[in-house]
């Protein structure tokens, strides 16, 4: 590490400290994953920031992405230096107005955290879909592979789009790179500013329109003229890649760095060569050494400049032994070579002793990219007849395109690589982020931090990923061999494998309100053998009775991390303490004492409370549970849903969607997940409710409903099914049906109850399994759902209508889930719902 003034921050963060700089105006409209580039710049502006030219930013939010387009469009030519942020069909929308920048040479930049596009499917994690399809506007395009060179190649974007008077995207990553923390170097306003060409920025300035000095731009042209205009930029995209090395070579000479058109990493002499942008970069790079450590002549080149693409600068990298050359596209084209690879064999195409070039594709939708499949890239180009137009990542069993992945890791010495299973809203990941800017703060130890979330809001897995060690870190992927692996969600240990991959002699925490005897009958026989025969250090917190007792309700990040710190090791206890309790004051103080003495009792209490399981040998021989004996739910539920939330979904492969190609899936899906991932959920007694039914009004989840049981129904009911005479429909009982396993545990049902003496009442899961579960099970096989025929249409009386919007994956408490619900009980077996996202 140098000198540098170093921060621990992610992608996004970085290009919104780069940027701000040289913006005057940021014309925004938030978008997945980009939105925290344009927060972080609003409220730097906020606080008075100011940019290179002395004032805040002006951040102007429009009402759509097109609208911020149209918005940065007019600032450019009023004469101010303007930026936006965006992503995904966010970016596709400003198209139109991306030409027109370009060939009114206005110096824009567009930072993108590159996402996905939807098409039979939508999705919010990264790829290359969206930045490939604006190739054409006349925008330069600058890749950035981590999140230093964010940063760095940030500011190589500002740079040369003033001088060259060219606009630019600078891409990176979708949440592999946007949202991964590492600890990087900065750079400086006073640097930049050396850096800056102040001549360009008043002829910038001067070309502006204004009323002073008026001046007609952008007319309407005939066949005659708009040929000659078109080519007339060609000087200043000729002029692009010298203003750009330029700028790279002050970076490089600032940082130590050495960025150029296309990087070259590997052996001198390799025979077999990858080509690859982005975050994939990394993982290629680290892959070579490992083989170079085996013997093995491989290579790669990284695309830093992708728009203008040199084909001359690229032979320039490659070295003559290559004999055959892989390019991987994180993106697809339908029916066509995809792009990088087409640019690659164009550059190629005059050469009569070129390289065979293969095309291959990875990693869309953030799909994991690891070393084996690298591995498995290089293996091909080894072969006698390499396979072309090949996949890496997936199983393709229909149209044959994947290569087989072997296993294969690369264990970076010195590094400590720690995997954390929370619960959305628990707190897990915040406290993981506070974890490693504490270690890349405050040591000269590097960090890395990505966190994988499922779909939903709060109330999904969250899966946090972080690595520590004495050199730079490059594993752009997951962890898949972990020193350290802590749950923090008991009901996790028989819904996923959550020791995959568990180092052997790796340590182990699990929150849970089980005592040792318990952990027999609760600890699924494959989890408890894992433990035995790895020699796994076994740990248990209760850390949900402890945050409870504080008064910290379900925030049990505190104690958890606490108990992190002391059982990894990888920095002095007593320091870590001081760090924890230093960043307590500093998050809570303005909450008042009372907060920051809970939350540092909780950081106590995380390591006074630890406790470690002595292991029974017989775990080692555990055997498991003999199979449910009929599984009624639906094969797509049993064979596709059921795996993918086992978190085991890269493991399906294409023949599985048959069927469902274009994108339709079946409805009710939720409805056989059973998450139980809450901690308390309610009870309902009979004897205390006034029937108004405004839990179940109020319930986002759709997880308790009011039914109505005929005589012959409440005859034949179990004594567990309580019923009680309804109030509005005279000779029916009425019973407040709850799907604990459903329920989330927000609590808005109790909070909504207006009787006395409240009717529902907040209870741990553990107490009510399972016979809660079989209750609701009852529920919905015996008894009928029916629309109530004396009294009006109200609140009371609607929640006796089935919701078919249910369980959605909405956060705990939301206050929109329950309107839509309401419209499918009143309208939902004639409508028709389209949902506007991506």
Not at 73 to 87: C, E, F, I, V
Not at 414 to 426: H, I, L, M, R, V
Not at 530 to 536: E, L, P, Q, Y
């Amino acid at each position: 590490m140098s000198n540098r003034r170093t921060q621990t921050m992610d992608g996004n963060t970085a290009a919104a400290y780069i940027s701000y700089p040289f913006t005057e105006v940021a014309a925004i409209f938030p978008i997945t994953p980009s939105s925290p580039m344009a927060e972080l710049t609003d409220a730097w502006a906020a606080q008075g920031k100011k940019n290179l030219f002395g004032a805040p930013v002006r951040v102007v939010e429009m009402q759509s992405e097109g609208g911020a387009a149209g918005a940065l469009h007019g600032s450019l030519q009023g004469g101010a230096l303007t930026t936006t942020y965006t992503a995904s069909q966010g970016l596709l929308l400003m198209i139109p107005n991306m030409y027109k920048i370009a060939g009114e040479l206005l110096p824009a930049v567009f930072h993108v955290s590159a996402r996905s596009l939807a098409s039979n499917s939508l999705s919010i994690f990264g790829d290359h879909q969206d930045v490939m399809a604006t190739r054409q506007t006349g925008f330069a395009m600058l890749a950035s592979s981590s999140v230093q060179d964010v940063m760095n190649l940030g500011a190589v974007a500002h740079l040369s789009a003033i001088e060259a008077r060219l606009p630019f995207i600078h891409f990176f990553d979708g949440f592999r790179t946007s949202h991964e923390i590492q600890k990087i170097e900065l750079l400086e306003q006073e640097e930049l500013a050396d850096m800056l060409d102040w001549e360009a920025v008043e002829a910038f300035r001067h070309r502006a329109l204004n009323p002073d000095h008026p001046q007609l731009r952008g007319m309407t042209h005939n066949p005659d003229v708009f040929f000659q205009l078109r080519e007339a930029v060609n000087p200043f995209v000729d002029a692009l890649p010298g203003i750009v090395r330029k700028y790279m070579d002050k970076i490089n000479a600032i940082t130590g760095k050495d960025y150029k058109f296309f990087n070259y990493y590997g052996h001198p002499e390799a025979d077999r060569l990858i080509v690859v942008m982005g975050s994939g970069a990394s993982v290629v790079e680290e892959t070579i050494d490992e083989l170079m450590r085996r013997g093995e002549k491989v290579g790669m080149v990284n695309v830093r400049l992708y728009r203008p693409f040199l084909p001359e600068k690229l032979l320039e990298a490659v070295p003559a032994s290559v004999k055959r050359i892989a390019v991987l596209d994180r993106t697809k084209e339908p029916g066509a070579c995809d792009p990088l690879c087409l640019d690659v064999r164009n550059a190629y195409a005059s050469k009569a002793d070129a390289p065979a070039i293969y095309a291959g594709r990875y990693g869309l939708a953030s799909k994991d990219f690891t070393p084996a499949q690298v591995l498995a890239v290089f293996d091909n180009l080894a072969v006698e007849q390499p396979r072309d137009n090949f996949t890496v990542g997936i199983i393709d069993d229909v149209t044959h395109t994947s290569l087989e992945v072997k296993d294969f890791h690369v264990v970076a010495e010195g590094q400590t690589a720690c995997k954390f299973w929370g619960f959305g809203s628990d707190g897990t990941v915040g406290a993981n982020k506070l974890a490693v800017k504490i270690i890349g703060d405050h040591t000269d130890m590097y960090s890395q931090a990505y966190f994988a979330y499922d779909s939903r809001k709060s109330g999904g897995v969250t899966i946090s990923h972080l690595r520590f060690g004495s050199q730079p870190i490059r594993s752009s992927y997951l962890i898949d061999y972990a020193d350290f692996i802590a749950c923090h969600n008991q009901s996790y240990v028989d819904k996923y494998d959550l020791l995959r991959g568990i180092k052997e002699g790796g340590v182990f925490l699990l929150n849970c309100m089980w005592k040792d005897g318990d952990l027999e009958k609760h600890l699924p026989a494959s989890l408890r053998r894992t433990i035995a025969r790895k020699k796994i250090r076994f740990y248990t917190l209760n850390a949900v009775d402890i945050a409870m007792g504080l008064g910290l309700g379900g925030r049990i990040n505190m104690l958890m991390q606490a108990a992190f710190f002391k059982l990894a090791g990888i920095i002095p206890l007593n320091d870590a303490v001081a760090y924890l309790n230093e960043a307590i004051v500093k998050t809570y103080g303005r909450k008042g004492h009372a907060v920051v003495d809970m939350n540092q009792e909780a950081v106590r209490q995380g390591i006074a409370m630890l406790h470690e399981v002595t292991v029974p040998a017989a775990w080692a021989d555990a055997t498991e549970d003999a199979p449910a004996a009929c599984d009624e739910r639906p094969d797509f539920v049993r064979n596709i849903v059921d795996v993918m939330n086992r978190q085991e979904g890269d493991e399906l492969p294409v023949s599985a969607f048959l069927g469902y190609e274009d994108g339709t899936w079946p409805v009710g899906i939720t409805a056989f997940e059973k998450r139980g991932a809450a901690i308390m959920v309610p009870v309902w007694d009979a004897e205390k409710c006034i029937q108004c039914n405004k839990c179940a009004f109020a319930c986002p989840h759709a997880a308790i409903r009011p039914r109505l049981l005929s005589a012959e129904e409440a005859v034949a009911a179990p004594a567990s099914i309580e019923h009680r005479p309804c109030r509005i429909q005279k000779g029916f009982e009425f019973h407040m049906a709850i799907s604990v396993l459903d329920c989330t545990g927000c609590g808005v049902c109790v909070g909504q109850c207006p009787a006395k003496e409240k009717a529902l009442t907040m209870t741990k899961l553990e107490n009510v399994m399972p016979e809660g579960a079989r209750k609701w099970d009852y529920a919905e096989k015996n008894i009928t759902y029916k629309k109530p025929t004396q009294g009006k249409l109200n609140v009371a009386s609607s929640q006796y209508l089935r919701p078919l919007n249910e369980f959605s994956g909405a956060c705990a408490g939301c206050g929109e889930t329950p309107y839509a619900k309401l419209v499918t009980q009143l309208f939902g077996d004639r409508m028709m719902l389209s949902n506007s996202a991506g």
